[in-house]
């Protein structure tokens, strides 16, 4: 079962997110998600663990836990949606093209 941890502090690290989980079972892989440009946490991370029921135990008990004095969300991760490079269906090319409509409008009406 893949597991979403968010409101993490920025000073846990992958070692510390793994050791949380293998209190509950064996855990496949456990990761805190980082900027790609500063390289510090963003603030959350996944945990993946092979056993669902364990898996579960763990999300049970941890969820609403707190950590270094942030209470953490622990639940089941949700499929990641594709995303469109077509169209201008993205958030990205929604926010550009928002932006873009703006610009000089204010004196032409």
Known sequence: MNIYVSNLSFNVVDEDLK???????????ARVITDKFTGRSRGFGFVEMPNDEEAQKAITEL???????????????????ERSNS????????????????????GRY
């Open 63 to 81: 969820d609403k836990g707190v950590v270094e004095g942030r209470p953490i969300t622990v639940t089941e991760a949700k499929p990641r949606e």
């Open 87 to 106: 169209g201008g269906n993205g958030g990205g090319g929604n926010r550009r093209s928002f932006a873009g409509s703006n610009r000089g409008g204010g």
């Open 19 to 29: 050791a949380f989980f293998e209190e509950y079972g064996e855990v496949s892989s």
